[in-house]
């Protein structure tokens, strides 16, 4: 069975930074995938906020683009999301997963609260 282990979030001031991990366990071929960050705010549904191609071309959405980065390591199964200049709207846990309509069990997933 195919889980996705975030990790990274916390509590942090308006301005700070943050760079979230996902380990993916047990999925072969990870290198092959198009692989996305989701985030879900509290009383939202859950929502987009970056995706990448199996060979590292980042797509961030729009609202969030100049302050997020996504980047993945083949190699050890990785996917990561760099978040600059965080805002107290980005407050949501965050979840890894593949991209596109063809989602696995959700992780955990890794909680950001940005406040003062």
């Known amino acids: 069975q195919v889980t996705f282990v975030e990790s990274g979030g916390g509590l942090v001031q308006p301005g700070g930074s943050l760079k979230l991990s996902c380990a993916t366990n047990n999925l072969m071929y990870f290198s092959a995938y198009n692989m996305a960050w989701y985030r879900r705010a509290s009383g939202e549904q859950r929502e987009l906020v970056a995706e990448?191609?199996?060979?590292?071309?980042?797509n961030v959405q729009d609202a969030v683009k100049g302050r997020f980065a996504i980047s993945r390591d083949n190699a050890k199964r990785q996917l990561y999301l760099q978040i600059d200049n965080l805002r107290p709207e980005d407050t949501a846990v965050y979840y890894c997963?593949?991209?596109?309509?063809?989602?696995?069990?959700w992780g955990q997933g890794t909680r950001v609260t940005v406040s003062s």
């Open positions: 990448i191609s199996p060979d590292g071309r980042p």
């Open positions: 997963n593949l991209a596109g309509l063809g989602t696995l069990d």
